[in-house]
């Protein structure tokens, strides 16, 4: 094919793969970050890391459908206008003609492989970061007037009628007990103030009392100004850490030698290999789905354009199998990890089904260039 009308071809199977793209990622990621994101979130600053967490799964997920899609609707959009039958003409073979979308499926699954195997597991966690915040009560913009919150283990309770600004609550009660001293105390104030160091947050009180009970029962009361405590809540500095890590956030080198540990636990080892099809399957359905979208499209349709409704069609193929192959990955390998296979069986097969389909076109000949006319 000519080098102009392959980087014609490339670059409209492109762009229709950004627009696609677009169009998916933005209704998923938005129905995924307002489901698991309350309202107060916003307030409290977290919209971006649970974005910059989302964004990269979601993208290598919808890649392969988006490629595969706007590789299809572009050669329907050839036949309709007849420029197949052109292309024949020129005595182009089908696979000269389906190769600038190829191109484009290949370097589409080297982009997946980058996200799902590097950047996807180095940002995932932030978002599961976002939840144990959210979960654990640790920002403090997130706190609601007239709740008792536990922090450290129940060992203190904090409690607030109403916010004077976005950082200063009025009308405070804390109950905590200190387990060295083995006293409990009750402080109340006229103000608090949440103030964000690099690693946590200091509650500066302001106008309270302090009534202390020892374990021999005699009570203490003591009058401040200013009493300050340290809560471990979000920093200034980043998200608190977890206690634990999923195998969806492993680098690629740690995630393949957690292998043989998670074999020890049935549970762990079915999640793994529900990653792993995730991580090195999923890319590869963009190169299927452009071999199999292509192949179907020109099956059906007519090189003059006579069948564009079919081949219009025949493009609802993709997202069927798209969809089966990603509820395979994450539903029935986690029931039997031997559902891994048929996973991976799917994918080669719609390679191969895909690349028979073009190859037929191959072999039987266009219509356009079997009808073509003799010259004497």
Not at 38 to 53: I, Q, Y
Not at 112 to 123: D, F, H, M, Q, R
Not at 246 to 256: A, H, N, S, T
Not at 302 to 322: D, E, K, N, Y
Request: a positive charge.
């Amino acid at each position: 094919m000519p080098r102009l009308l392959s980087l014609y071809l490339g670059k409209r199977v492109l762009i229709g793969a950004l627009v696609v793209q677009i169009a998916l990622t933005i209704p998923v990621l938005l129905s995924a970050l307002f489901h698991q994101l309350p309202p107060a979130a916003l307030r409290g600053g977290l919209l971006w890391p649970a974005l910059v967490g989302t964004l990269p799964t979601v993208t290598y997920i919808a890649l392969p459908m988006a490629v595969g899609v706007a590789a299809a609707l572009e050669f329907a959009r050839m036949s309709a206008d007849g420029m197949i039958a052109v292309l024949y003409s020129l005595r182009l073979s089908t696979w000269a003609i389906v190769r600038p979308a190829l191109i484009v499926a290949a370097a589409a699954t080297a982009l997946g492989y980058l996200l799902s195997c590097w950047i996807a597991p180095e940002t995932s966690g932030r978002m599961h970061d976002v939840l144990n915040v959210i979960r654990h009560s640790l920002n403090h913009r997130m706190l609601e007037p007239g709740v008792f919150y536990t922090f450290e283990d129940e060992q203190r309770t904090i409690y607030f009628e109403r916010w004077a600004t976005p950082d200063i609550a009025e009308n405070v009660f804390i109950r905590q007990y200190d387990a060295e001293k083995k006293t409990e105390q009750t402080i109340t104030a006229a103000t608090a103030e949440f103030r964000r160091n690099a690693a946590s947050v200091v509650l500066i009180l302001s106008r309270g009392q302090i009534q202390s009970r020892p374990d021999d029962g005699r009570v203490r009361v003591t009058n401040f100004d200013e009493y300050a405590i340290s809560l471990p809540m979000q920093g200034a500095e980043g998200l608190p850490q977890r206690a634990w890590k999923g195998v969806f956030e492993m680098p690629l080198g740690e995630f393949m030698g957690f292998r043989k540990l998670a074999a020890t636990e049935k549970r762990i080892y079915a999640e793994w290999w529900s990653e792993a099809a995730k991580r090195f399957a999923v890319p590869l359905l963009a190169l299927a789905h452009t071999l199999l979208g292509a192949g179907l499209v020109l099956t059906v349709a007519s090189a003059t354009g006579r069948r564009s409704s079919a081949s219009s069609a025949v493009i609802a193929v993709l997202p069927a199998a798209h969809v089966g192959i990603l509820i395979a990955a994450e539903t029935l390998i986690r029931l039997n990890p031997l559902f891994a296979l048929l996973v991976g069986a799917l994918v080669l097969l719609e390679i191969g089904v895909g690349a028979w389909l073009i190859q037929r076109q191959q072999r039987g000949g266009a219509p356009a260039r079997a009808t073509r006319p003799q010259t004497a």
